[in-house]
Structures are given as C-alpha cells and as structure tokens.
C-alpha cells in the first residue's frame, strides 16, 4: 500500500506544481505546445486537442463530443495542469502523462546511445 501512496502523491505534486522544465526562451515552451497538440490529435484516443485562441502557449483537451476537461499552459517554468470540470479531466491527464513519458523515453535512449558511442572514441588508458 505504501507504494500506491507514493504513487498518488506523485501525481498530486504534478497536478499542484506542474512539470517543471527548463525552457531557455518563449519560443521552446511554445514549440513544445505545438508538439504535444499534434500528438493528441494524431493518436487514436478519445480526446482532441486545440490551442486557447488568446494565448499561443496554452492548450484546451476535449473530449470527442467536444466537452472541455483539461486545459496545459506552458510558460517558462514549466507545464501547468488545470482541471476544467470537476470529474471526467481523469484520463486526459493520463494521457499526456503518457505522451511525455513515451516521448522522454525515447529522448533518454537516444542520448544512452550517444553516449555508448562516445565512449567507444575514447582510448582506454586505464592499463598504464
């Protein structure tokens, strides 16, 4: 049970603090955005997304019948989480818990990768 505990504590740090991510300028949150909306939309889920029509960095997630659930601001401190209905926002947070993991996952083999073949450049002097 501890670990469900744990589990759950995660998730709620996310949802009140965000994902903290280091963007250097407007520009990567708002390309991160773009990346995110087209990968909701792409997938076979039951939600869609579009961008906040005032601001170019904030994301609304619908469900299919077009009820609106979640809504992801990006600002330079990170990716911000607000429920927009009291129950149903569930599984859109899910999934783009999901999205970013996949795609973090994939960011981490990749320089796991350039870093075994990096390593293989280097002469090995650990004989002398």
């Not at 300028?25 to 029509?53: G, R």
Request: net charge negative.
């Amino acid at each position: 049970m501890n670990s469900l505990r744990v589990c759950y504590n995660y998730f709620n740090t996310i949802l009140k603090n965000g994902i903290k991510a280091d963007f250097s300028n407007p520009k990567d949150a708002a390309f991160l955005a773009q990346k995110l909306l087209f990968l909701i939309n792409s997938t076979a889920s039951n939600y869609c997304a579009e961008f906040d029509s005032k601001n170019g960095t904030t994301i609304n997630i619908e469900t299919t019948y077009c009820d609106p659930v979640l809504s992801l601001e990006f600002s330079e401190e990170g990716l911000h989480f607000i429920p927009l209905v009291d129950s149903t926002w569930q599984g859109a947070f899910f999934e783009v818990i999901r999205i970013l993991y996949m795609w973090e996952g994939k960011n981490i083999d990749k320089e796991e990768k350039e870093q075994k073949e990096n390593k293989g450049d280097e002469p090995d002097f650990e004989w002398i």
